[in-house]
Nanobody, 122 residues
């Protein structure tokens, strides 16, 4: 399994931007599809974005399409989530996830990070 550590969360005003990072341990990072999920207070965890292993195919939830961008740097064992035009409803704990399969990373990933808080004020 891969170990994941998120960073980059914080407080931002509506319309602002944040970039989340997720650093992964191990030498097999490039073989994992990576994803981001979020969980708002009182709500279930939901899928946000995912990226495949080597060819960089991406997939987004409709709620963030056009505003968020997922990317990865296999040389740095890191996946990023660039979040623009943030809205108060984007407030949540954001979790990084990993799975060898691109389909599974969007539904039932094997590995999770500890989460980072993103708060968007109106």
């Amino acid at each position: 399994q891969v170990q994941l550590v998120e960073s980059g969360g914080g407080l931002v005003q509506a319309g602002g931007s944040l970039r989340l990072s997720c650093a992964a341990s191990g030498r097999t990072f490039s073989t994992y599809a990576m994803g981001w999920f979020r969980q708002a207070p009182g709500k279930e965890r939901e899928f946000v974005a995912a990226i495949s292993t080597s060819n960089g195919v991406t997939y987004y939830a409709d709620s963030v399409k056009g505003r968020f961008t997922i990317s990865r740097d296999n040389a740095k064992n890191t996946v990023y989530l660039q979040m623009n035009s943030l809205k108060p409803e984007d407030t949540a704990v954001y979790y990084c996830a990993a799975d060898p399969a691109f389909v599974a990373v969007r539904t039932r990933p094997r590995s999770w990070g500890q989460g980072t808080q993103v708060t968007v004020s109106s």
